[in-house]
């Protein structure tokens, strides 16, 4: 029986990635770092601070916190221009906070992901728990954020479904112990289902059949 549902953000919530990449790709070339946008790709999922570091580091320039701190001034300026919310966010999230725990279980820090939500036009309050990079030590594909998340939610993790797009963020939900339901946003299906997805879809409107069938 399913008592939990834990959202990843990016990829699964809002198509958030060609923003954040937009948006970090300025924020290098003020420290003088030309990144070109598919350099970012490999970090995908794992965290805003290796999503901007790793890149910095690859034409070496070593990470500085400002090199963030500078892509959400960004982000944030140009989040209703560039943030592409899913057309199934809305309607999940109502639908499922009238039958489950809810929770976002996000590899970026908590000023993005509060950003993302109101682009939705969804209700922080709705969530039982919202944890954010910052509040783990151990990015995914470790487990912690999801262990974290379902202990501030009060659910066990065998009895919740993650949705998740990244193949880190696959691993990272089985690790925990989750069912994963993951969505082809950002990687195809036979990635995901090699990383240890339980189903893969392209649409995630086709979940809450998925979820009855649990």
Avoid at 111 to 119: A, D, F, H, M, P
Avoid at 143 to 166: H, M, N, Q, Y
């Amino acid at each position: 029986m399913i008592d939990g549902i834990i959202f990843d953000m990016d990829g699964v919530l809002v198509d958030s990635e060609p923003a954040i990449t937009r948006a970090s790709m300025a924020a290098l070339s003020e420290w003088g770092v030309k990144a070109e946008y598919d350099d970012f790709k490999q970090y995908t999922g794992m965290g805003d601070d290796l999503f901007i570091g790793g890149v910095a580091r690859k034409y070496g320039r070593e990470y500085d916190l400002r090199m963030k701190e500078r892509a959400y001034e960004i982000y944030l300026e140009k989040a209703d221009e560039w943030v592409n919310v899913y057309p199934w966010s809305k309607p999940l999230i109502d639908l499922f906070s009238e039958k489950y725990k809810l929770a976002v279980a996000s590899a970026s820090d908590k000023v993005k992901v509060e950003c993302n939500l109101r682009c939705i036009g969804a209700d922080p309050s709705v969530f039982a728990a919202l944890i954010t990079g910052s509040d783990v030590k151990n990015k995914k594909p470790a487990p912690d954020i999801f262990l974290l998340a379902a202990e501030k939610a009060g659910v066990d993790t065998s009895s919740i479904v993650v949705f998740e797009d990244a193949i880190s963020g696959v691993m990272a939900a089985k690790a925990a112990g989750c069912v994963c339901i993951a969505v082809t946003t950002s990687f195809p299906a036979d990635k995901l289902y090699q990383a240890g997805a339980d189903f893969v879809v392209d649409d995630l409107s086709l979940a809450p059949e998925i979820i009855e069938k649990l």
